[in-house]
C-alpha cells in the first residue's frame, strides 16, 4: 500500500513538471545557409543562393585539408523561417548558442537582437521575446570566423573553424522564471562551502526574472543519485535581488575519480499555491580537494597522482562540427583508458563533456583560448575577461572542474619582442584574468599554463596564478628520449625555486605518430607509432615517480586538424593517442594497461596488420622481428602459428618478444591468468617474406617496395594497405643504396630525418619527405626477367638548381632532370620504367650528378615475367 501512494505521488509530481516548467528544444535542423557577406540582411530583394545545412555546422570542413594555403575567414549567414510553438500565456522566448565561431549577431524579423556576441567557445543566450510575432518569423545568423585585433584567440596551433558548430536551443520560460538570458547563461549557482564525510553545506544563489506583482519562492529540492529527495528548501523571493538558500545534508556520498557520486540539485519557482513555475536541474558533487607543491593533489584527503590528456574538440573531415555523440565516444575512450585528469584545452567545450567528466569522475581543468598571444588592446582585454566570465558561469555547477586556466602560452609571440606597449598590456590581461578567477569563482584554484623558462614568467611578472603548468616537449622539438627524465627533474625543480608553493602540473608532454609510419628503428621526430610509444613510456615513469607533478596531461587524446601544419600528415597534429577518426595508437593502450586497474593483456601492434621482412638466413623461412604486448597482470605468454615462446614477466607494464614470422598469414595468440581468470587477446598478421638472396629459389623475390631515406614503415592507407620497406645499405645478394646521406630537417635544433613539407599530389607525403640526398646507386641483385621499376622524386624546400641523370644498367632512362623546373616544387613525380635483365648482374640504377645533388624518395620493384 505504501508503495503504492509513492508511485502516484511521483506520477503526480511527473505531470506537473511537463505542464508547468520551462520548455526546451534543439533547433538544428533544416537552416538555409549562404557563405559570403550579405550587404542588407533585412532587404527582400536579396537574391542569395541558400544551401541547405544541419547544424552543428561549419563552412571549413574541406578547405583546411587541402593542398592550398589558407581556408576560408569571413562572413557566414544562417537563415529560417520559424514558428514558434505557443506554451504559455505572455511566454518568454529564448535563443541558446552552445557555440558559434566567433562573431554571431542575431536578427529576428530583421530587428537586430542585443550587440553581437564575441568570443567562438563560449555559450550565450538571447531573449527574442520582443522581436517575435505570431505566424512566420525570419531568423537570420551572421558568423564571422576572421582574425581580429580584438578576440583572442589571435594564434594558435589548431583552426579557426567558422560556423554555428554546436546545437541552438529555443527555450520558452514563462515571465517569472530563472534567468536565461545573462552573462554565462546560467542563473544557478551551488557551492559547498564545507564538505566531510559526516556533513556537506551547500550554499546556492538563484538569479530570477519575476513580474512586480505576486508571491513567488524559489525552491531547491536535493535529489540523490536514485532520484529520491534528500533535502527540500523553499525561499522567498524578492525583487531584483538574487535568491540565496543554505542547507546542509548528513554523510553525504562523497565524488570522487573512484566513485564518482552525483546528485542533483532541482530548483523551482513556486507561487504561493505550490504551483510549479520553472524548473532547471544541476548536478552536485560533494568533495573537497587541494593541491599540495610537494605532496600533490589529494581528494576528500586521499592522495590521488592526476594523469590523463588534453582534449580538442575537433573530427577528420567535420571540422568543429562535432556531435554529442562523438564528445560523448572520446570521453568513453578516455575511461576506458584509466584517466583521472582532463585538461579541457584550449577552450570551454560541449556541455556533453562537462557531463561527462562529473559522471566519469575526470578531475577537470577548463580554460579561455587566450593561448600565444594577447589581444593587445583596450576592447581585447575586456573581451578576453567576459569570455572569461562566461566560462565561469556557464560552467560553475560541474563539480569536476578544480581549476580555472586564464591562458595557455601566451608568450609564444614574445612580449620582449612586441614592444613596451604590447607588455604592459600584456602583463594586465594576466593579472586581471587571475583576479577575475577569484572573484567569480573562489571555490576554485586559478591555473596558467606556460612553456618558456619559468625565470621568463617571473620575469615578465605572470606567474599570478594558484597553479602552474608547464607545456614541455623533450624529446620532441628538443632534446632525446635519454634525457627526458633529468629535464622534468630540473625544470620542475626550476620553477618550485620560483615559488615553493605553486603546485606543478606537466600541462602538455607528447609526440607526434602518423599510424601509417611503422619502425624498429624509431627516432624522435620520424612520427613512427613505436617512437610514440617509448616517449610515452619514458614520460609515465618520471612522471609517476615525482610528487612534485602534481598532474600531468598527454598532448592529445585524439589528432586534430591545424590548417597550417606540415607533418607526416599535413594539417594534422598527429600527437593524439587515437587517431582523427579515433582508431588506437599503441601508445594508448600503454596508458591502458597502466592506469586502468581493470586486468588487460593486449597486443598494441595490432592494427598493424600487413609487415614484410628479409629473412634472417639465406632460403630462411622465417624474419624475426619485435613485438612489443603490454598489459597490468604478473606476466604473459606469447604463441605464435602455435608454438610458445614461452612466458615474460612485465615490466613496467611492457614485454617484448623477438617473433618468427613465416611468409603468409600468421596467428598471434597471448594470454595470462590472473585471479583465476584467463586474459587473451589476438592479431592475424600478413606477412611479406623477402629473400635474403633476390635470386632464392625457395622464395622467389616478386615484389618489393622502399622508403628510401627513412628507417620506417610506411604503410598506404588508401591502397589497400600498400606497405613500403624501410631503406637498407647494398649487401652482395641483397638490395639498397649506394652512397648519399639521408635528407634532414633543416633546422639544427631538431636534426631529424626527412623535412616538413606538405607535398603535392599524393596522400603518402612520409614517403617523399624521406630522402636519399647524393645518392649514387640502388641496386637489386635480382636474377634475370622482366621488372617493372618506379622511381618516386620530389624536389623538397631546395633553393639551388639541382639537375641529375638516371641510368639503369647503363642505358639512359630519364636524362637532365630539374624537378622544380618540369614539375614545380613541393610536388611528388612518379615514374614507372620495363627493364629487362638479361644477365646475371641484376639491376643498377645509377644517379649521375650534373648539377647540385642527386636524390631519390622511393623505389619499387616487381618481377613481371
Ligand atoms: C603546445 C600548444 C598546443 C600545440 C602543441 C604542439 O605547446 O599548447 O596548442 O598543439 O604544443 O603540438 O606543438
Ligand atoms: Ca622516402
Known sequence: MKKIVVFLLIAHFGTMCAQHVRHVETINDNWNF??????NPISKKRSVKWEKVTLPHSWNTQD????EDGYYRGDGWYQKTMVFPKIYENQQIFLLFEAANQVTTLYVNGKEIDEAHIG?????????????????NTIMIKVNNAHNDEIVPQAADFSFYGGIYRDLQLIITKPVHFEVANLGANAIFIKTPKVSESLAEVSIQAKLKRPLKGRFYVQHTLLDAKRSSVKTIKTKTTFKEDVFSKFQIKSPNLWSPENPYLYTLVSEVVDKNGLVLDRVENPVGFRWFHFDAKKGFSINGKQTKLIGTNRHQDFYGKANAVSDEIHRNDMKLLKEMGINFLRIAHYPQDPAILEMCNKYGFVATLEIPFVDKAAANEKGKQNTVTMLKEAIRFHYNNPAIVAWNLGNETTMKAPDKLGEKYTKHFVETHKILSETIKKEDATRYSYTVFFREPAYQDKLGIRFTDIVGYNKYYGWYVQELGDIDKNLRSLVERSLALDSDKPFILSEYGGGADPRIRSYNPTRFDFSVEYQFLLHKTYLKTILDMPQIVGANVWNFADFQVEHRKD??????????????RKKKDAYYLYQAILNKTPFITIPSKAWEKRAGVADEINGKVATQPITLVGNTKDVEFIINGVSLGKKDFDFATAVYNVPFKNGINLIEILSTQEGKILKDFATIDFTLQPKNLKSKTNPFNEIAINVGSTCYFIEEHNVSYLWMPDQEYKKGSFGYVGGELLRHPSKRRNTIGTDVSVKGTENDPIYQTQRVGIKQYKFDVSKGTYELTLLLAELKTRDSNYMNITVNEKRVWSNINLKKEYGADRAVTKRFLISVD????????????EGSTRLSGVKLRKVY
Open 568 to 581: 607526416a600528415v599535413p594539417h594534422i597534429n598527429s600527437k593524439g593517442l587515437v587517431s582523427s577518426t
Open 34 to 39: 549562404y557563405k559570403g557577406s550579405i550587404e
Open 120 to 136: 567562438g567557445y563560449t555559450s550565450f543566450t538571447r531573449d527574442i521575446t520582443s522581436a517575435v510575432k505570431e505566424g512566420n
Open 64 to 67: 583546411i585539408l587541402d593542398d
Open 839 to 850: 644477365d646475371e648482374n641484376g639491376i643498377t640504377i645509377d644517379f649521375e650528378v650534373l
